[in-house]
């Protein structure tokens, strides 16, 4: 069997096929630069858990909408991990700065979220606006992409917020009660 459709189909099929191991790559080098620069293994991959989750519940949402995998939507799982890790850094750093200062964990936690927390929200909602434009092209795969990346960047602020501080905590009780 030959043809345009043919080979259309093909590369697609490829492209789905190696984006799980092409996330599971940039997911697993993203946390070894993380744990090399702040030489702190187990936070790290308390940062990359998010933004993992993120890509995961961005392929789901797409399957639960009916938006087919195309050029554009191919690229979403990295677009996730590039927009969730700087939001989960954010959230992460500055809970560890507080922490430092000698913050116990909830009031480095309500300081975490008046300040970087509303910057987050401000810079994620511009974001998903800005993209959500695209949403009124009259080509379906920028509109389709315009939701697909709106719908990563509320998940990975939602993951960071809501999700990291969490396993913050939990990661903050663990290492008191093993001193």
């Given amino acids: ?3 345009d459709l043919i080979i259309l189909s093909n590369v697609l099929n490829g492209l789905i096929s190696s984006i799980v191991s092409s996330t599971a790559i940039s997911l697993a080098v993203s946390m070894i630069v993380l744990a090399a620069l702040t030489r702190k293994f187990g936070q790290s991959l308390l940062v990359i858990l998010p933004v993992g989750l993120a890509g995961s519940w961005v392929v789901g949402t797409m399957a639960i909408l009916g938006i087919n995998w195309n050029v554009l939507t191919i690229m979403i799982t990295a677009l996730t991990i590039g927009l969730g890790i700087d939001y989960s850094i954010h959230v992460w750093r500055r809970f560890e700065t507080n922490r430092n200062s000698g913050m116990a964990v909830w009031p480095a ?22 993209f959500m434009v695209l949403v009124l092209s009259p080509v379906p795969v920028i509109r389709d992409f ?15 917020l809501m999700v990291l501080p969490g396993l913050l905590a939990a990661e903050v009780r663990g290492s008191d009660r093993r001193e």
């Fill in 1 to 3: 069997i030959v043809g």
């Fill in 146 to 160: 315009g939701i697909v990346i709106s719908i990563s960047v509320a998940f990975s602020l939602f993951l960071a």
């Fill in 109 to 130: 936690m309500r300081d975490m979220y008046a300040n970087t927390g509303s910057a987050l929200l401000m810079s994620a909602g511009t974001t998903i606006f800005g």
